[in-house]
T-cell receptor
């Protein structure tokens, strides 16, 4: 199993550009999520999904869009990049333990994004 | 609002010098408390889940404990390879798998 994979590893954008960060998992996990990690602020939840076709907002969703058309993939779209979106982005997934409960999350290697 | 506070922010130890990291939390209806290890330039790696006060889990030189207000990660006789940032996170009973993370403790173990 490759686990959780993310592409690209590094990206530089100009203000106003759009792009998609890719995330895939091969563990058949129902739950997938996106976090951003900034110095002094810890990991913060952007969006999450409990299954194909179902997404919801996390703590810091503004400026980001997600969709979940398959169990395996959960792309994160930046609609119009801003310098405040410079960060390291992590995708994570977990399996269902029971109704509304899940096991521990497994994280991908991250995408380091710089917006100029 | 759920809150997780980790202390200290940074800790330097000599190889073999045991110590503890603290994670204080405020959450309405704790479902689980999670410890992760993060190496520079990598994603967090899962270590432990604790579900109820009094629970303890061990893995090699690490032992995690949980009370109603805080969790400790005890490191016994650490080695340089234990150097990393240790992250604590909580999930609430009503929030599925949503995690609230602390800012982490950066541990350095000198040979």
């Amino acid at each position: 199993n490759a686990g959780v994979t993310q592409t690209p590893k590094f990206q530089v954008l100009k203000t106003g550009q759009s792009m998609t960060l890719q995330c895939a998992q091969d563990m058949n996990h129902e739950y997938m999520s996106w976090y951003r990690q900034d110095p002094g602020m810890g990991l913060r939840l952007i969006h999450y999904s409990v299954g194909a076709g179902i997404t919801d907002q996390g703590e810091v969703p503004n400026g980001y869009n997600v969709s979940r058309s398959t169990t395996e993939d959960f792309p994160l779209r930046l609609l119009s990049a801003a310098p405040s979106q410079t960060s390291v982005y992590f995708c994570a997934s977990s399996s269902r333990l029971g109704t509304g409960t899940y096991n521990e999350q497994f994280f991908g290697p991250g995408t380091r994004l710089t917006v100029l | 609002e759920d809150q997780v506070t980790q202390s200290p922010e940074a800790l330097r130890l000599q190889e073999g010098e045991s110590s503890s990291l603290n994670c204080s939390y405020t959450v309405s209806g704790l479902r689980g408390l999670f410890w992760y290890r993060q190496d520079p330039g990598k994603g967090p790696e899962f270590l432990f889940t604790l579900y109820s006060a009094g629970e303890e889990k061990e893995k090699e030189r690490l032992k995690a404990t949980l009370t109603k207000k805080e969790s400790f990660l005890h490191i016994t006789a650490p080695k340089p390879e234990d150097s990393a940032t240790y992250l604590c996170a909580v999930s609430r009973e009503t929030s599925g798998s949503r995690l609230t993370f602390g800012e982490g403790t950066q541990l350095t173990v000198n040979p």
